[in-house]
């Protein structure tokens, strides 16, 4: 059974860059067909995607966030890993990161969140 973890700091500073990291275990992020997603959720909001890499190791963004965003993976620690740049108080969110399971014409659907992590933006 494969589980999700978050971890990084509660706390960033504005104008710094936010770091969480994700630990998958029981499953390899190398499986295929399996994407890596960060999703965040501000207080009182709706759920954002913000970056995703897939099983060969391929980057996605979404286009709103995608000159702070960076998101990468460690396949010998299997983790994967989000960057966002010059945060501001907006930023402040739980951030979760998601698996998605995706056949190509056929369908696509995430299946295993981690519990979230929530990261407050202040000074």
């Known amino acids: 059974q494969v589980q999700l973890q978050e971890s990084g700091p509660g706390l960033v500073k504005p104008s710094q860059t936010l770091s969480l990291t994700c630990t998958a275990s029981g499953g390899s992020i190398a499986t295929d067909y399996h994407y890596w997603r960060w999703i965040r959720q501000p207080p009182g909001k709706g759920l954002e995607w913000m970056g995703a890499?897939?099983?060969?190791?391929?980057?996605y963004y979404n286009p709103s966030l995608r000159s702070r965003t960076s998101v990468s993976r460690d396949t010998s620690q299997n983790q994967f890993n989000l960057q966002l740049r010059s945060v501001g108080p907006e930023d402040t969110a739980v951030y979760y990161c998601?698996?998605?399971?995706?056949?190509?014409?056929?369908?696509?659907?995430?299946?295993?969140w981690g519990q979230g992590t929530l990261v407050t933006v202040s000074s």
């Open positions: 998601v698996r998605e399971v995706v056949r190509p014409g056929r369908y696509r659907y995430l299946d295993l």
């Open positions: 890499i897939s099983y060969s190791g391929m980057a």
